[in-house]
Each structure stands twice: as structure tokens, then as C-alpha cells.
């Protein structure tokens, strides 16, 4: 039975991967006035059939060869045009991008009702995706719906694509005339952007079909994730020695600071020899400074997803993107810690690394490659000895990761817990947190807002 499904599965995936490219293509060449005719044309068509008891197929002639004519003009478009953009550095899932482009005429004769396009890369989903990533509340619909596959693959479609924008009309151009336009896009979800050309278009002289003219300017934009507000974190905890400092940490209350100079001891970093006064003097001179004492939190970002990128781990990422936005302005450091193709620490706060470095981290963050929770496990308790709080954003509330908790606690290291799941999960058992529930929270996909505005 399991065969025969994926059997049905892989062949409606190669129909709607042809009908998708088809549709695609028609969509951009054929004007609202060619749908029209085009629907009207199928009308007459049906209609049409029997010669002999209606004369219908006559106008459905008509309209074929109006239409024929109309897409072999547009074909043989041959207007030429050069343009660029300006694009931000950043972009945000779920915020308007503003960005500038510039379109330049090279025909020789003016240019009317133009349209400006944006061409993105293929959203269509590869064969393993169609198969192993169902659409959230998929479960839910019928069997016909679920062996078909049919709203799977529309949900699959706008997820890779992850922006939205609308067709910009171009003001008539003269010869050689350049101009400049606002646009802007409206991306759905975190990651890279790839624009990959512009495209101009322009209707034929009956209005049916478009002309289309690609313009190659390939570009990315990292488009970070969405945030949430925040209040300041109430997380107890003091600051904490840094065992051999935090390079680079900028000099905010107990921070760094340069002491004195001495003569070089076996063992010192090579990063605190002062080389004017070594070539100076003809030996090794080092710098000494003042330890480090300051509030550190780890911020752990649960990775591991059984169905991949699902709604709860996009909200988790979310989730720990605005904590991450959060913490370093309280004067204190964060470390990012989460497990993907192997484990990751990144730290940023009080001139180390800049927040968007942290963002940025998080706009590229996948499900872990393996549901090996006790890598996870293991790098959080090796941080323990450095940091002053911890913050854990899981996707699930089971043995491991009370564990993991109950010897956070175990070490007197204060700690928020928050739960990331679906909608109709049960409700949770706070186990080794029962004697502080303020600081566990379940937050529910779909009012993270909410959830994070009671902390």
C-alpha cells in the first residue's frame, strides 16, 4: 500500500511540475484582455463542436487566429532596454523592502505601457520535498486531498518562493531616456534572496499578448528573521569572571581594560605581545589587563525537527532572533548556542560581534541533520562555567531536554524555558521547572506575540 502511495504521489509530481511551468508562462505572456479572449475562445470551442447545428465554431475561428496573431507579434518583440537596482543590505520576513531601480530606453522610438517584472529562482519543489514535507494541518484534510498532493505542492510553491511583489508600471520613455523607479518586495520568510534579472514587458497592438525582455542582474539579499518585541529580560544572575577575557569586549563597567606592561612568560597568547616595545627593547614585552567580570547569558536554540522546517521551527527561530536582538542592548553578552551540520557558538554583545552577525546566523539556520539531542546537551553544559543565565527555545518537552534543565539547575544557573509547538498540543507537565512557573512558558505557533509579550 505504502508503495503504491508513493507511487501516485511521484506521478502527480511530475504533472504538476510540467503545469506549473506552462502555467508560469502563460500567466506572464498573456495580458487580462488575452484571458479573457482565451476563455471565451474555449467557450465557443465546446460549443462549437457539431458544425452542423451551430454556427459557433466560426467565431471561435475568429478568436483563435486574434489570439494566434497576438502571440506571434509579441514574439517577434525585439525592443531593447538596460537597467540595475539598488538593494539594502538587509531584508526582514514579513516587512516591506523598499529599493530603487533604473531602466534605460536603447530603441530608437518611444516605449509604451510598459511593465516591470522581477524573475526569481525556480520555488518548485525538488521530488524529496514533495514527498517527505507535508503542509501544516495536512492531516486534517481528506484522503482524495492527501493522495493527490494538489495543496501540498501550492503550500510548497509559495514557501520557496518566500517573497511577494506586484508588477511595476513603467511611464513612457523616450529615446535614450533613463529613469528611475521606487519598488519594493514583500519577503515571507527568512534566508537568501537571489533576483535573478528584471524583465520588461509590453503589450501587442491588440492587447492580448506581452512582449518580454530579460535584463540579467543577478543579486542576493539576506532576508533576516522576523522579530517580536521583547521587554527587557528579568533573567536573575550577576556578572561572572571570564576565564582569560573576551577579545575584543569593549570597555563598558568591569570589562578588559589595559593594565601595565611585563616581560613575555612562557605560555602568554601571542595576541598581548606589544611589538613596538618588543622591537624596542630586543625582547618579548606583553600586555596585561584587568579580568573580566560581566552578566553572560546562553541563548539555546532547539534544532532538531523531526517533520524539518516546520511552522514551529520558523517560530522558534524567530523566537530566538529577538532575544538575540534583546540581550546585547542590556550591556551584557550572548551566546548562540544550536546544533546544525555540526555544533555552533556564536557570541555577540559589548563590541564583539555586531547583533546583525547573530541575525544573520539565524537567517541561515536548518534542521539539524541528525536527531542527536545529546550534542546539544553536551555543548550547553560545557558553557555553563562562563555564563550567568540561560535561555532554552525548544520545540518539544520530553526526557533529554528535561535533563538538560534539571542540571542547569542542578548547577544554580537560572533559566527560562520556552516550548515552541503546534496548535491542540496538551497541555505541559513544567517538571524540573514546578517551583518557578513564571519562567517556563508554552508558546503556541500562530501567538508568539502574545506569548512572548506576558514574560
Given amino acids: ?17 510540467l503545469s506549473t511551468a506552462v502555467t508560469y508562462s502563460v500567466r506572464r505572456r498573456l495580458t487580462a484582455g488575452g484571458f479573457l479572449v482565451l476563455g471565451i475562445m474555449v467557450v465557443l470551442g465546446a460549443f462549437g463542436a457539431d458544425t452542423n447545428f451551430t454556427m459557433a465554431y466560426q467565431a471561435f475561428a475568429l478568436t483563435a487566429c486574434l489570439l494566434l496573431v497576438s502571440v506571434f507579434w509579441a514574439a517577434s518583440g525585439r525592443a531593447r532596454f538596460s537597467g540595475s537596482r539598488w538593494l539594502p543590505r538587509y531584508g526582514t520576513a514579513g516587512v516591506p523592502m523598499p529599493y530603487r531601480i533604473q531602466l534605460k530606453n536603447l530603441n530608437p522610438r518611444p516605449q509604451r505601457s510598459l511593465v516591470l517584472l522581477e524573475s526569481l529562482g525556480d520555488p518548485r519543489p525538488t521530488l524529496a520535498q514533495y514527498l517527505h514535507t507535508p503542509e501544516p494541518g495536512e492531516q486534517h484534510r481528506n484522503w482524495f486531498d492527501r493522495i493527490c498532493g494538489y495543496y501540498r ?6 514557501r520557496n518562493l518566500g517573497v511577494r511583489w ?4 513603467v511611464p513612457a520613455l523616450l529615446p535614450g531616456a533613463e529613469i528611475t523607479l521606487q ?3 514583500l519577503p515571507q520568510r527568512r534566508g537568501i534572496l537571489n533576483l535573478r534579472q528584471m524583465v520588461v514587458a509590453w503589450p501587442d497592438p491588440f492587447g492580448l499578448c506581452r512582449s518580454l525582455r530579460k535584463i540579467r542582474c543577478p543579486q542576493r539579499v539576506t532576508i533576516l528573521p522576523k522579530r517580536y518585541p521583547i521587554s527587557p529580560l528579568a533573567l536573575p544572575g550577576k556578572r561572572q569572571y571570564q576565564p582569560r577575557g573576551v577579545s575584543l569586549a569593549s570597555s563598558i563597567g568591569e570589562s578588559e581594560e589595559f593594565i601595565a606592561l611585563r616581560d613575555y612568560r612562557p605560555g602568554d597568547p601571542l595576541k598581548h605581545v606589544y611589538w613596538r616595545a618588543t622591537a624596542k627593547l630586543n625582547k618579548p614585552v606583553i600586555k596585561e589587563f584587568q579580568d573580566e567580570f560581566f552578566v553572560r547569558h546562553a541563548l539555546v536554540l532547539d534544532t532538531f525537527s523531526e517533520r524539518g522546517e516546520t511552522e514551529a521551527f520558523e517560530e522558534a527561530v524567530s523566537v530566538a ?33 555586531h547583533t546583525e552577525h547573530l541575525l544573520e546566523v539565524l537567517a541561515g539556520v536548518s534542521p539539524a541533520s541528525q536527531n542527536d539531542f545529546a550534542t546539544l546537551h553536551e555543548m550547553v553544559l560545557r558553557h555553563t562555567s562562563t555564563v550567568t543565565g540561560c535561555i532554552c527555545v525548544f520545540l518539544a518537552w520530553d526526557e533529554p531536554r528535561h535533563n538538560l534543565v534539571q542540571q542547569l539547575r542542578a548547577m544554580d544557573l537560572p533559566v527560562l524555558v520556552l516550548i515552541i509547538a503546534e496548535r491542540g498540543t496538551d497541555e505541559l507537565d513544567p517538571g524540573p521547572m514546578r517551583d518557578c512557573p513564571e ?9 508568539v506575540k502574545e506569548g512572548l509579550a506576558r514574560l
Fill in 1 to 17: 500500500m505504502t508503495r503504491n502511495m508513493s507511487l501516485i504521489r511521484r506521478i502527480f509530481f511530475r504533472v504538476y511540475y
Fill in 153 to 158: 505542492w501550492r503550500w510548497l510553491l509559495v
Fill in 166 to 169: 506586484r508588477d511595476l508600471p
Fill in 183 to 185: 519598488h519594493e518586495l
Fill in 321 to 353: 532572533a529577538s532575544f538575540a536582538c534583546t540581550i546585547p542592548e542590556q550591556e551584557s553578552l550572548l551566546d548562540l548556542l544550536f546544533v546544525g551540520s555540526r555544533a555552533y557558538c556564536f557570541t555577540s554583545g559589548r563590541g564583539v560581534t
Fill in 439 to 447: 519562567r517556563f512558558r508554552f508558546v503556541e505557533v500562530g501567538k
